[in-house]
């Protein structure tokens, strides 16, 4: 069974970084795009930056000029750079492929921002 593993969560201090690091299997890998979501406890998950193959990038507002996407063809790996983490950053990172249906969702991984 195809499995998205996501890994590079912890706790930080406000204004610290991190790195999440999605493991994706090439058939999802393969996708027009592939993105990062988050949830918060009792929210719905949300579209937070995604990339293209091309390597073209899009954030949402709340994270602009402080994440940074990024792919790795080579190693079917995506990454996002988190830098000037804020407690609203507080959530279960996942990713995902995008612009077609989602696969079945990994295990995610918790991003804890104190302030």
């Known amino acids: 069974q195809v499995q998205l593993v996501e890994s590079g969560g912890g706790l930080v201090q406000s204004g610290g970084s991190l790195r999440l690091s999605c493991a994706a299997p090439?058939?999802?890998?393969?996708?027009?795009?592939m993105a990062w979501f988050r949830q918060s406890t009792g929210k719905q998950r949300t579209l937070v930056a995604f990339?293209?193959?091309?390597?073209?990038?899009y954030y949402v507002d709340s994270v602009k000029g402080r994440f940074t996407i990024s792919r790795d063809n080579s190693k079917n790996t995506m990454y996002l750079q988190m830098n000037s983490l804020k407690p609203e950053d507080t959530a279960v990172y996942y990713c995902?492929?995008?612009?077609?249906?989602?696969?079945?969702w990994g295990q995610g991984t918790q991003v804890t921002v104190s302030s």
């Open positions: 995902n492929s995008y612009g077609r249906p989602p696969s079945l």
């Open positions: 090439a058939s999802i890998f393969s996708s027009p795009a």
């Open positions: 990339i293209s193959r091309e390597g073209v990038m």
